[in-house]
């Protein structure tokens, strides 16, 4: 199995930026994809994650009036748009793969690469 993330880039504050992750080698049914976010010199968080079956979607508090993720089943893809970013948005973002709809990165057995998201004040 493997995800491959992209779409991040250099953003101004209040903008917006669409980040897309597509898993190869698998086809979802039953799982479960999140994005995470770990800035530097901090701890890899939760941002939000999606059922694939049925689409429930759980959001970190702090994303969740701006953010939306969504799925393209498919191609067995998993969008994150982002809206209204702020400057605090930034850092890289990591696409996983499980099998709960959660907020615990160690219920993700499967990462992407990651995909730098720089959002300028």
């Known amino acids: 199995v493997q995800l491959q993330a992209s779409g991040g880039g250099l953003v101004q504050a209040g903008g917006s930026l669409r980040l897309s992750c597509a898993v190869l080698?698998?086809?979802?049914?039953?799982?479960?994809m999140g994005w995470f976010r770990q800035a530097p010199g901090k701890e890899r968080e939760f941002a939000a994650a999606i059922a694939w079956g049925g689409g429930r979607s759980l959001y970190a508090a702090s994303v969740k009036a701006r953010f939306t993720i969504s799925k393209y089943s498919a191609k067995n893809t998993v969008f994150l748009q982002m809206n209204n970013l702020e400057p605090e948005d930034t850092a890289v973002y990591y696409c996983?793969?499980?099998?709960?709809?959660?907020?615990?990165?160690?219920?993700?057995?499967?990462w992407g690469q990651g995909t730098q998201v720089t959002v300028s004040s």
């Open positions: 996983a793969l499980g099998r709960s709809l959660s907020s615990a990165s160690s219920d993700y057995p499967y």
């Open positions: 080698g698998r086809t979802l049914s039953s799982d479960r």
